[in-house]
């Protein structure tokens, strides 16, 4: 009898030994939610470098701007990368999410494509513009404008805050359209839509386009449009997440950035 107990008794022990242990494999298990193209490429390149440092990095893909944020604010996630600052803060007031911007890794300089004008000159009197129905994108398209003289806006006016509203010389009478989901931007250049077509890199990717040599015009290396990793408020100094963002932002993992998308993604250490 005695041997039966002994036997059971270390039975138990190593069944709670193997809980423990999956416990703490499950608290080392770092979900991040991201947007297929780039980000979620650039978290599969840093995956081994982060599993060196006892973390595994479960990337959750989302094709939408809605669901990261969501999904965050719901705890289904741990941290997200795939926004801009402008819209990390436009949607932090706008759904009271207590969110913290943890770090700047990359900007995706937005492009402005073409069918059938080849030159900045050529941009016809009256052409119509395809602009995404997300208000913090819209300085960022009329920055470009302003900065290829087709348009200028309001002096004083915060890019992320500016409207079409803003507009001050129109010498074109250009018309911005504002109606398009960012992710059927692509869709909308491709059926001819519009004259000129404003889409976020990451969806001009997914289409076989380089915003480099397939844009008319292209953002400044300025921008203030940077993606970022954001996590809840409570979470922001989580070592799993710093661990995260230091490998994001090796110097290794920048060159392999610049890279694989030639100029297309710029690496930006904030």
Not at 9 to 24: E, M, N, R, T, V
Not at 39 to 68: C, Q, R, S, T, W
Not at 117 to 122: F, G, L, S, T
Not at 219 to 245: C, F, G, H, M, W
Request: net charge negative.
């Amino acid at each position: 009898m005695k041997k039966i107990i002994g036997i059971l008794a270390l039975a138990g022990i190593l069944l709670l030994s193997g809980c423990g242990q999956a416990a703490g494999s499950s608290e080392d298990t770092l979900k991040v939610g991201a947007s297929p193209t780039p980000h979620a490429e650039i978290l599969e390149h840093v995956k081994p470098m982060l599993e060196e440092e006892g973390i595994n990095l479960e990337i959750v893909k989302f094709d939408d701007y809605i669901l990261p944020n969501k999904s965050l604010a719901e705890e289904e996630i741990d941290a997200n990368y795939f926004s801009t600052v402008p819209y990390f803060n436009l949607q932090k007031e706008e759904n009271d999410y207590d969110f913290a911007n943890v770090a700047g890794i990359h900007l995706e300089p937005m492009g402005i494509y073409s069918h059938d004008i080849k030159n900045v000159a050529d941009v016809p009197e009256g052409a119509t513009v395809i602009v995404s129905n997300v208000a913090s994108e819209w300085g960022r398209v009329l920055r470009i404008f302003e900065d290829n003289g087709l348009i200028k806006v309001k002096d004083g006016i915060a890019i992320d805050k500016a409207t079409f509203d803003d507009i001050t010389e129109n010498p074109k009478q250009l018309v911005f359209k504002h109606e398009v989901e960012p992710t059927l931007l692509a869709t909308a250049y491709e059926n001819h839509e519009g004259d000129l077509v404003a889409i976020n890199s990451n969806f001009a990717y997914e289409k076989g386009l380089n915003p480099v040599k397939d844009s008319l015009m292209l953002e400044a290396q300025d921008s203030p449009y940077v993606n970022i990793i954001a996590t809840r408020t409570e979470d922001k100094d989580d070592p799993r997440v710093e661990k995260l963002v230091t490998a994001l932002q090796d110097k290794e993992v920048q060159s392999w950035i610049e890279e694989k998308w030639g100029g297309s993604v710029i690496p930006v250490a904030q």
